[in-house]
């Protein structure tokens, strides 16, 4: 019986079978069992015989039963090791994966070249106050300017921000002048209730500008923005300034970019101008309300339209692109910046 069985153990080949193997044989109806379970209707001269074999026996089988069950064990797992095995040295599957927008490019771009500069940058709230927005920027309440930047009004004293301007007045809240001059960039979101065409659209970006410390002039303005133009497009446009009216700023200007490289031959005529920012000295009013002397401090601020800069930089002629999820134009920016 027993060779028979280690046999059947032996060959075996799954631990289902080792396991019937072991029910018939050992389990509470088995084989060995039953004849364990006769020892008592054996004569008492027959039953150590008998037991002591069967007990052997059983020692003997339930061993060769575990010693199959672990290496049938093991085979399963080396199976399954095998079958799940890495080749490391595969190449990799491509998949594609995003990039940078083109107008998070440039506002990079021109967010390293003022810390560069000693500027800090200060992100601002898109929902802002009526106070922050406007009358902290010497726009009280029936000021009739307030028509030039129609407002999306969330309640009458909050609102979408419509200039990152409405940062200046944080900025100069917040900052100890004991400790040498404010310089601050604020880039971000801002919207007014225009209908979307080419060149308009209900949410734009800005990246606001200040400077306020002793004898700061329109001189240091003019070389702030030379100096970014300068270095994010190359010496090749020009620039111009116009004057302009802000309630904030006096005087206020406006500044254009040359679309196409100039030098000193090219025709008036020829030079194709693009605005690209407001600026000016920063209003008495403005700093007085932020209880800065203006006697002792003066300042400069500029709003610069990131989307403006980055068509002149790469030649993107409607600004709809930047919008519109086209991949067709969103890939060709995949490499810079
Ligand atoms: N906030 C102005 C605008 O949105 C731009 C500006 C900023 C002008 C700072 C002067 C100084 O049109």
Known sequence: LNKKISAEIDHSTNIDLVENIRVHLLGKKGELTKILKGLK???PSEKPVVGQLANQIRTQLEAEIADKKNSLEELKLNAKLATEKIDVTLPGRSFQI??????QQIQDQIEDHFLSQGFQVMYGHEIETDEYNFERMNLPKDHPARDMQDTFYLTPNTLL????SA????????????SGPL???SPGKVYRRDNDDATHSHQFHQIEGLVVGRKITLADLKGTLQALTNELFGRGHAMRFRQSYFPFTEPSLEVDISWNIVDDQTAAEDIEWIEVLGAGMVHPNVLKMAKIDSEKYSGFAFGLGPDRF???KYGIDDIRHFYLDDLRFLKQFSQVG
């Open 310 to 312: 980055a068509m002149i």
């Open 161 to 164: 921000r419509t200039q990152t």
């Open 183 to 185: 310089k601050m960039i």
């Open 98 to 103: 995003g990039t940078k927008h083109v107008l």
């Open 167 to 178: 940062m200046q007045a944080r900025a100069m809240d917040q900052h100890d002048f004991a």
């Open 41 to 43: 209707d054996l004569t």
